[in-house]
Protein backbone atom coordinates (compact mmCIF):
# COMPACT_ATOMS: atom_id res chain seq x y z
CA UNK A 1 0.00 0.00 0.00
CA UNK A 2 1.34 3.72 -1.03
CA UNK A 3 2.31 5.62 1.63
CA UNK A 4 3.51 9.22 2.51
CA UNK A 5 4.61 10.40 5.62
CA UNK A 6 4.68 13.94 6.58
CA UNK A 7 6.60 15.44 9.46
CA UNK A 8 6.07 17.50 11.54
CA UNK A 9 2.20 17.41 12.17
CA UNK A 10 2.52 20.80 13.57
CA UNK A 11 4.37 23.85 13.99
CA UNK A 12 4.11 27.28 15.32
CA UNK A 13 6.59 29.91 14.15
CA UNK A 14 6.84 34.10 14.62
CA UNK A 15 6.79 36.02 11.28
CA UNK A 16 10.07 36.41 9.67
CA UNK A 17 11.26 32.65 10.40
CA UNK A 18 12.11 30.38 8.17
CA UNK A 19 10.63 26.75 8.52
CA UNK A 20 11.38 23.22 6.69
CA UNK A 21 8.09 20.82 5.86
CA UNK A 22 9.37 17.21 5.59
CA UNK A 23 7.47 14.67 3.53
CA UNK A 24 8.65 10.92 2.78
CA UNK A 25 6.86 8.55 0.64
CA UNK A 26 6.86 4.51 -0.50
CA UNK A 27 4.70 5.44 -3.53
CA UNK A 28 4.57 2.18 -6.28
CA UNK A 29 5.06 3.00 -9.83
CA UNK A 30 6.04 6.76 -8.76
CA UNK A 31 6.10 9.65 -10.87
CA UNK A 32 6.04 12.74 -8.86
CA UNK A 33 5.78 14.42 -5.64
CA UNK A 34 3.41 17.29 -5.43
CA UNK A 35 2.65 19.97 -2.27
CA UNK A 36 -0.20 22.10 -1.99
CA UNK A 37 -1.26 24.35 0.49
CA UNK A 38 -5.09 24.66 2.20
CA UNK A 39 -6.51 27.00 3.89
CA UNK A 40 -9.97 26.46 4.35
CA UNK A 41 -11.58 23.87 1.87
CA UNK A 42 -9.84 23.10 -1.45
CA UNK A 43 -6.24 22.29 -1.48
CA UNK A 44 -3.93 24.81 -3.87
CA UNK A 45 -1.00 23.40 -5.77
CA UNK A 46 2.27 24.92 -4.82
CA UNK A 47 4.82 22.19 -6.62
CA UNK A 48 5.01 19.16 -8.72
CA UNK A 49 8.83 17.59 -8.61
CA UNK A 50 9.57 14.92 -10.99
CA UNK A 51 13.30 15.04 -10.72
CA UNK A 52 15.48 15.03 -8.29
CA UNK A 53 17.78 17.59 -7.16
CA UNK A 54 16.03 20.11 -8.99
CA UNK A 55 14.44 23.09 -6.55
CA UNK A 56 11.55 24.27 -7.46
CA UNK A 57 10.87 28.13 -6.28
CA UNK A 58 8.12 29.99 -6.46
CA UNK A 59 8.41 33.81 -4.51
CA UNK A 60 9.43 32.74 -0.35
CA UNK A 61 8.46 29.36 -1.37
CA UNK A 62 11.13 26.44 -2.71
CA UNK A 63 11.01 22.46 -2.65
CA UNK A 64 13.48 20.13 -4.02
CA UNK A 65 13.32 15.85 -4.06
CA UNK A 66 14.95 13.35 -3.57
CA UNK A 67 14.26 10.20 -5.74
CA UNK A 68 17.10 8.23 -4.28
CA UNK A 69 16.56 8.58 -0.22
CA UNK A 70 12.36 8.93 -1.29
CA UNK A 71 12.26 12.56 0.58
CA UNK A 72 11.04 15.80 0.12
CA UNK A 73 11.48 18.77 1.29
CA UNK A 74 9.13 22.77 0.89
CA UNK A 75 11.40 25.71 2.23
CA UNK A 76 9.36 28.55 3.25
CA UNK A 77 11.27 31.90 4.16
CA UNK A 78 10.91 35.14 6.07
CA UNK A 79 7.45 33.92 7.11
CA UNK A 80 4.28 35.70 7.09
CA UNK A 81 1.01 35.43 8.77
CA UNK A 82 -0.72 34.63 5.57
CA UNK A 83 1.43 31.55 5.25
CA UNK A 84 -0.67 29.85 8.18
CA UNK A 85 -2.61 26.75 6.73
CA UNK A 86 -1.92 22.94 6.08
CA UNK A 87 0.56 21.84 3.79
CA UNK A 88 0.12 18.73 2.19
CA UNK A 89 2.25 16.73 0.15
CA UNK A 90 1.53 13.56 -2.01
CA UNK A 91 2.89 10.68 -4.13
CA UNK A 92 1.47 10.43 -7.78
CA UNK A 93 1.36 7.75 -9.72
CA UNK A 94 2.31 6.73 -13.30
CA UNK A 95 -1.87 6.11 -13.54
CA UNK A 96 -2.46 9.10 -12.55
CA UNK A 97 -3.33 8.79 -8.41
CA UNK A 98 -2.21 10.96 -5.94
CA UNK A 99 -1.95 9.44 -1.96
CA UNK A 100 -1.78 12.26 0.22
CA UNK A 101 0.03 12.48 3.72
CA UNK A 102 -1.37 13.81 6.86
CA UNK A 103 -0.38 16.98 6.19
CA UNK A 104 1.67 19.80 8.52
CA UNK A 105 -0.41 22.38 10.35
CA UNK A 106 1.64 25.90 10.35
CA UNK A 107 0.64 28.82 11.98
CA UNK A 108 2.48 31.84 11.83
CA UNK A 109 2.53 34.62 14.67
CA UNK A 110 2.95 37.88 14.36
CA UNK B 1 -5.14 25.46 -14.89
CA UNK B 2 -8.84 24.64 -14.77
CA UNK B 3 -12.06 26.24 -13.30
CA UNK B 4 -13.78 23.70 -10.52
CA UNK B 5 -17.07 24.26 -9.75
CA UNK B 6 -19.28 21.76 -6.49
CA UNK B 7 -23.21 21.81 -5.93
CA UNK B 8 -24.02 22.14 -3.46
CA UNK B 9 -21.02 23.74 -1.23
CA UNK B 10 -22.58 22.58 1.58
CA UNK B 11 -25.40 20.59 3.49
CA UNK B 12 -27.01 19.07 6.37
CA UNK B 13 -29.00 15.72 5.86
CA UNK B 14 -30.41 13.00 7.97
CA UNK B 15 -29.18 10.08 8.50
CA UNK B 16 -30.44 7.31 5.74
CA UNK B 17 -30.93 9.78 3.17
CA UNK B 18 -29.09 10.33 0.23
CA UNK B 19 -27.07 13.40 -1.44
CA UNK B 20 -25.59 14.00 -4.89
CA UNK B 21 -22.55 16.39 -5.35
CA UNK B 22 -22.11 17.31 -8.72
CA UNK B 23 -18.86 18.50 -10.18
CA UNK B 24 -18.36 20.84 -13.28
CA UNK B 25 -14.71 21.42 -15.11
CA UNK B 26 -15.13 24.80 -17.07
CA UNK B 27 -12.64 22.55 -20.03
CA UNK B 28 -12.66 19.12 -21.31
CA UNK B 29 -10.20 16.93 -19.03
CA UNK B 30 -9.53 13.00 -19.16
CA UNK B 31 -8.73 12.82 -15.36
CA UNK B 32 -11.70 13.53 -12.63
CA UNK B 33 -11.18 12.07 -9.16
CA UNK B 34 -12.95 12.52 -5.83
CA UNK B 35 -11.65 12.70 -2.73
CA UNK B 36 -13.22 12.83 1.24
CA UNK B 37 -11.47 14.34 4.23
CA UNK B 38 -12.45 13.71 7.12
CA UNK B 39 -12.32 16.24 9.98
CA UNK B 40 -8.98 16.69 10.96
CA UNK B 41 -7.83 14.10 8.46
CA UNK B 42 -6.07 14.22 5.19
CA UNK B 43 -7.98 13.76 1.58
CA UNK B 44 -8.35 10.08 0.92
CA UNK B 45 -9.00 9.19 -2.98
CA UNK B 46 -12.74 7.37 -3.16
CA UNK B 47 -12.66 6.78 -6.84
CA UNK B 48 -11.63 7.83 -10.86
CA UNK B 49 -14.27 8.78 -12.98
CA UNK B 50 -13.79 7.55 -16.06
CA UNK B 51 -15.95 8.88 -19.00
CA UNK B 52 -18.06 6.21 -21.00
CA UNK B 53 -17.33 3.55 -18.26
CA UNK B 54 -17.73 2.66 -14.72
CA UNK B 55 -15.54 4.35 -11.88
CA UNK B 56 -12.47 2.96 -10.51
CA UNK B 57 -12.63 2.73 -6.58
CA UNK B 58 -10.35 2.43 -4.24
CA UNK B 59 -9.60 -0.14 -1.35
CA UNK B 60 -12.42 0.62 1.18
CA UNK B 61 -14.78 2.26 -1.18
CA UNK B 62 -18.08 0.17 -3.26
CA UNK B 63 -20.07 1.91 -5.82
CA UNK B 64 -23.65 0.83 -3.86
CA UNK B 65 -22.34 3.49 -1.28
CA UNK B 66 -20.73 5.99 -3.83
CA UNK B 67 -22.25 5.48 -7.05
CA UNK B 68 -20.27 8.19 -9.39
CA UNK B 69 -21.13 9.21 -13.26
CA UNK B 70 -19.29 10.55 -15.54
CA UNK B 71 -21.07 11.28 -18.43
CA UNK B 72 -18.81 13.45 -20.53
CA UNK B 73 -15.62 14.91 -19.91
CA UNK B 74 -16.58 18.29 -18.16
CA UNK B 75 -18.84 16.67 -16.09
CA UNK B 76 -19.05 14.29 -12.98
CA UNK B 77 -21.47 13.30 -10.09
CA UNK B 78 -20.50 11.74 -6.83
CA UNK B 79 -23.54 10.19 -4.57
CA UNK B 80 -23.06 9.30 -0.89
CA UNK B 81 -25.88 6.98 -0.38
CA UNK B 82 -27.42 5.49 3.07
CA UNK B 83 -25.36 8.11 4.62
CA UNK B 84 -24.47 8.05 8.78
CA UNK B 85 -22.91 10.63 10.56
CA UNK B 86 -19.16 9.03 9.92
CA UNK B 87 -20.45 10.21 6.18
CA UNK B 88 -19.58 13.48 7.62
CA UNK B 89 -16.91 14.99 5.33
CA UNK B 90 -16.06 17.47 2.97
CA UNK B 91 -15.97 15.92 -0.53
CA UNK B 92 -13.94 17.09 -3.10
CA UNK B 93 -13.37 16.52 -6.88
CA UNK B 94 -10.14 17.18 -8.88
CA UNK B 95 -9.14 16.88 -12.20
CA UNK B 96 -5.81 16.44 -13.68
CA UNK B 97 -4.23 19.25 -16.34
CA UNK B 98 -4.32 17.39 -19.34
CA UNK B 99 -0.36 16.79 -20.55
CA UNK B 100 0.47 17.52 -17.14
CA UNK B 101 0.68 14.17 -15.86
CA UNK B 102 -0.36 13.90 -11.90
CA UNK B 103 -1.13 17.70 -11.22
CA UNK B 104 -5.21 18.11 -10.29
CA UNK B 105 -6.67 21.44 -9.67
CA UNK B 106 -9.28 20.95 -6.60
CA UNK B 107 -13.14 21.89 -6.73
CA UNK B 108 -14.31 24.10 -3.72
CA UNK B 109 -15.56 21.29 -1.82
CA UNK B 110 -18.99 19.96 -0.55
CA UNK B 111 -19.11 20.02 3.24
CA UNK B 112 -21.64 17.40 4.02
CA UNK B 113 -22.61 16.99 7.84
CA UNK B 114 -25.14 14.22 8.73
CA UNK B 115 -27.39 13.88 11.78
Redesign the interface.
Known amino acids: ?DKVVQSPLSLVVHEGDTVTLNCSYEVTNF??L?W?KQEK?????LF?LTSSGIEKKSGRLSSILDKKELFSILNITATQTGDSAVY?C?G???Y????????TILTVHP | ?AVISQKPSRDICQRGTSLTIQCQVDSQVT?M?WYRQQPG?????IA?ANQGSEATY??GFVIDKFPISRPNLTFSTLTVSNMSPEDSS?Y?CSV?VPT??????????T?LTVL
Do not use: C, D
Open positions: ERSLYKAPTFMLAGTSGKLTFGQG | SMFQSLTLTESILERYNEQFFGPGR
